[in-house]
C-alpha cells in the first residue's frame, strides 16, 4: 500500500516505522525531519497525489491549513486522522476534529484511529498488554475502516470498527478523559476492566 504522512513528528516516526513494508512518503514543514521517517518526501500535494491512504500526524490547529495545501490531490484518499485537539487541564480545544477535517476535504474519506495511546505505544513490535494485543478502535465509513484496519494488524494490533465518523467525538472525548486521569496520577486502565466470565 502506498501511504503518504503528513507530518515529522513523533506519531509521524512511530507508525512510519511501524508501516516499513509499504511505500511510504513524507512531507512536513521541516524537511530534514521528513527524511528521517523516509528517504521519499514531497509536497503535501505530491505526497497526496503519490498515495492511497494519508496520516494526518499534524497539531491539531493546522490540520485544515495543509488541507487546503495539498487541495484537489486529497479526492478518493483515505484520511487517518490520528490528531488529539487537547489544551490544559485535559480539555478538548475542537471537540469535533475528524468532522472539521471531513468539511475540509468533502471528497475524501477520514478514519479517525491511532489517538488514545501515547506515542510510545505505537514504537512497541507489537504492542501487547497483558498478553493482549491492543485494540484499535476505528470511526469511519465502513470501507476506509476496512482499509484502515489492514494497517492496524500490520502493527500487531486488533482493529475494532467503532461506527461512523459522527462517532469520532466519542473517541476524541474518551482520550481527553483518559489524559486528564492519567496527568491527575490515576490508573484510566484500570476504569476499563474486562467483564466477568
Known sequence: MRIGIFG??????????????????VAARDRA????ISARTGTWEEVSRASEVILLALPAPSVTEVL???????????????????GPG????????????????????VVKAFNLCHVDVWRMTPPVFGGRPLAVPLCGAPEAVEVVSSL???IGCTPLNAG???????????????????????????????LPV
Not at 33 to 36: G, L, N, P, S
Not at 74 to 84: E, F, Q, R, S
Not at 90 to 109: C, N, S, Y
Open 8 to 25: 515529522a513528528g513523533g506519531m509521524a516516526e512511530a507508525l512510519g516505522g511501524q508501516w516499513s513494508g509499504h511505500e511510504v512518503m
Open 33 to 36: 525531519k521528513a527524511e528521517k
Open 68 to 86: 487546503a495545501a495539498a487541495g484537489k490531490s486529497l479526492a478518493g484518499k483515505v484520511l487517518i486522522d490520528c490528531t488529539n485537539a487537547v
Open 90 to 109: 485535559a480539555v478538548l480545544t475542537i471537540p469535533d476534529q475528524a468532522e472539521r477535517i471531513a468539511a475540509a476535504a468533502p471528497d475524501a474519506q
Open 152 to 154: 492496524v494488524r500490520d
Open 164 to 194: 461512523g465518523l459522527d462517532r469520532a467525538r466519542l473517541l476524541e472525548a474518551t482520550m481527553a478523559f483518559t489524559v486528564g486521569l492519567w496527568f491527575g496520577g490515576h490508573d484510566a486502565q484500570a476504569c476499563f476492566p474486562p
